[in-house]
């Protein structure tokens, strides 16, 4: 994706979109209620596995999404000859389509056949951008001409699916007030294409004309430059924003905060404890002024201040940040949250550290007995909890009990990660360690 492009092209895009919409309302009295479309396309392989791993749930199609009612075209013409590149798999997504969901949904369709490539043979129906689809089946086509040929089967999913607007109301709130390019920015981030969102908050910047967007777009290029490990880049675009945002805004905002937050965290992950320290009270200190005492916001300040110590080796004052963290996030946070889960995992650490292996297991049991109900059975943080809990019994000399929980994170491990990941590694480790012990 160019992003330039994409800037540029924001008026073509936003004109399809409506033109879409225009005929879908002209043509909805034609359209039957329920129906079929096809599309035929390639897939590479890391793809194609990860979206096996998805099988049940959500899929979006973020282009303009071209399909067809005639399934040969769409097998034969794209599909099949996707399959005879090596390096990809040849995928027929059937979709069924429910006319009230589109409409309700605003996922606007319209038939285009008279202006498509194949005319009235294809039947094309186009979908405008970010239809979202559950992932019902995928099987295996038998096809004389390749081996590597899967037939997906796909249903629209509207705006009452519970489970996507939990994710959508959760994106939201994360990005804030951010509206337009810079809200794009933002998702490239989340979505790990760091080099892509610096092009575009590089563009915006050049073009920005206030103090408030300069501020704003320097802040983002901090946060992608340290999303990419260039930690000096990231510290100079953040200082700049903070040097702006110390002009244009009350001594107590809370932008301010986040200013200090980032900057520390980049000290961080520069080893530069002593300077992160600094920035985390800082933050601390408006953050405690600006919300009330129960706001998440407060205890993530309080863990980052205990993360330190803990790097520190300064176990009881990290300790002690850790477990005021805590009390917050158990005020304001639902029981089965993640954020305790990773409360109760860190405060577990800090007494591994200190050799407490009865409170270090405790914590951590506690930290899985959250995560069990608030993630998915094969979630990597299941296994990391297993994992743990293996460390604690194996320094206890149970052997039994450390084997078992580590054969559980491996299990998990081998279904959810990549086989050259280097946690599956570390488990086998851990394991070959306690059987010489047993």
Known sequence: MDVDIILKMGFFIRHLHQHIKELHCEQQGNMPTNF???????????DFEKMKKTKGGLMSFNNFLSTSRNREISFKNFARPAALNTNSVGILFIMNIDTAICTKSSTPFAAVSKVGYYKD???EILFSTHAIFRIDRIERIHDNHSDRLYEVNLTIVGNDNHELNTLTAHIREDLGDRTGWSRLGDILIK?????????LYQILL???SSDQDRAEYN???????DDMGEYSKALLYYEKSLDIYKKILSPNDLRLASSYNNIGAVYDNMGEYSKALSYYEKDLEITKKALPPNHPDLAASYNNIGMVYDNMGEYSKALSSYEQSLEIQKIGLPPNHPDLAASYLN???VYYNMGEYSKALSSYEQSLEIRKIALPPNHPDLAASYNNIGMVYNNMGE??????????AQEIWKKSLPANHPHIALVKRNIEDVKKKM
Do not use: D, N, T
Request: neutral net charge; without cysteine; aromatic residues 10%.
């Open 36 to 46: 079929q479309v096809f599309r035929g396309q390639g897939l590479s392989m890391e």
């Open 121 to 123: 043979k294809e039947e």
């Open 191 to 199: 979505v790990g294409e760091p080099a892509k969102a610096e092009q």
């Open 206 to 208: 050049a073009k920005a």
């Open 219 to 225: 802040h983002q290029l901090g946060w992608v430059y």
């Open 347 to 349: 405060i577990g650490a």
């Open 399 to 408: 052997y039994s009990k450390a084997l078992s929980h580590y054969e559980k």
